[in-house]
């Protein structure tokens, strides 16, 4: 096939890595691949270092007419069986750019389990093929919105098994960690939705029990500057250390002793696949479609959103005891093994443009 991928952000975050891993599999099976992306965008750098054809669009929201044009000549030139489009914007300018020029089957990807907001972003998902979507959870909200379930397709998020990488526990001093200290790790954007503010509200209760834990977050956000005044206001500098944007995950999560999503939305979060594959056990939202990756009493521990003393009770529960995150770290990879590889993503979204699916 003739696979065109569409994706409008700026940032580099889990669905522009999902983007970039699904066209590397695509094109290593031997399918012609393309992607149009932002100009400029973090994703565009990254496709041009893994070979993967690229055209750069400047995208400028959901009505624009000279993304949706350069997007109708990247359909052009290409000549696309499907065109995937992988974000809101991704999907209005591919398909003001469809009615301009042959796309192929139009089929659209749902990472948020956020509620469609208008009657246009409603109209936008019933207008393509098919929506993929990453949950059980995300298929809930479409179709409370009036999207036919029969439109619908479940394809789990995936990343690539993996061995950790060396030098986690190095970075992790050189950002103030005492070595040996138990380390509470999130890696997440800081954002609204992935709700560090919990979090941090439950590391005073976390600490009072097991005071040589340190909180270690990954991530950058508007939300910065608002944490790190609670940080302060807390007293907790040097025990909840706000690590920025880091490209040495694959070495600090697995060091982490347990790895912590707090959101209270989450389409699935392509953290814990990471954090799974790295078998560290996990304590997690109900948010979304967390509970579809994360086993209660198995994998790790689900707590409810915004709930700080079930947070706090749930990681010292896990913090407490050695052997009972060894077993859920080894039953967290087995899940991974089964449900949430890169290989099994890419190989369902084959069969959705297939129509197996």
């Not at 929201?61 to 000549?73: K, T, V």
């Not at 526990?169 to 960690?177: K, Y």
């Not at 990471?274 to 948010?287: E, G, K, L, S």
């Amino acid at each position: 096939m003739r696979v065109l991928h569409v994706d409008a952000a700026s940032s580099w975050r889990g669905g522009q890595n999902q983007v970039l891993l699904t066209a590397q599999g695509m094109a290593a099976r031997g399918h012609a691949v393309a992607v149009a992306c932002r100009s400029g965008g973090a994703l565009e750098a990254r496709l041009r270092e893994a070979g993967i054809e690229t055209h750069p669009v400047a995208f400028r929201g959901d009505l624009s007419p000279l993304a949706a044009l350069a997007l109708a000549g990247v359909m052009r030139a290409f000549r696309p069986d499907v065109t995937h489009l992988h974000d809101s914007h991704a999907i209005a300018a591919g398909l003001m750019a469809a009615r301009l020029q042959r796309s192929g089957r139009l089929v659209a990807t749902r990472r948020v389990d956020f509620p469609l907001r208008s009657a246009l972003s409603q109209r936008k998902y019933r207008n393509c093929d098919c929506v993929i979507v990453v949950s059980r959870a995300i298929a809930a909200v479409l179709e409370d919105h009036g999207l036919p379930a029969d439109r619908l397709r479940l394809v789990y998020e995936g990343v690539p098994p993996r061995p950790p990488r060396p030098g986690g526990r190095q970075a992790l001093e050189a950002l103030g960690v005492a070595p040996g200290a138990p380390i509470v790790g999130n890696v997440a954007a800081l954002t609204d939705h992935k709700d560090h503010a919990t979090l941090l509200e439950a590391a005073p209760l976390v600490l009072a029990r097991v005071p040589e834990a340190r909180f270690v977050v990954v991530g950058e956000g508007e939300l910065r500057p608002a944490l790190e005044a609670r940080v302060a206001a807390l007293g907790l500098g040097g025990r909840f250390i706000l690590a920025g944007f880091r490209d040495d995950v694959d070495a600090l999560l697995p060091a982490f002793t347990v790895f912590c999503l707090s959101s209270h939305s989450e389409g699935l979060g392509t953290s814990l696949l990471d954090a799974m594959n790295f078998q560290r056990p996990i304590v997690a939202t109900a948010a979304g479609g967390i509970p579809e990756a994360v086993e209660e009493g198995v994998t790790g521990r689900v707590v409810p959103i915004r709930d700080v003393q079930a947070l706090a009770d749930a990681l010292v529960d896990v913090l407490s005891d050695e052997g009972r995150r060894e077993v859920m770290g080894r039953a967290a990879r087995r899940r991974f093994e089964e449900r949430f590889t890169a290989d099994r993503m890419v190989e369902e979204t084959l069969r959705v443009y297939e129509g197996r699916l």
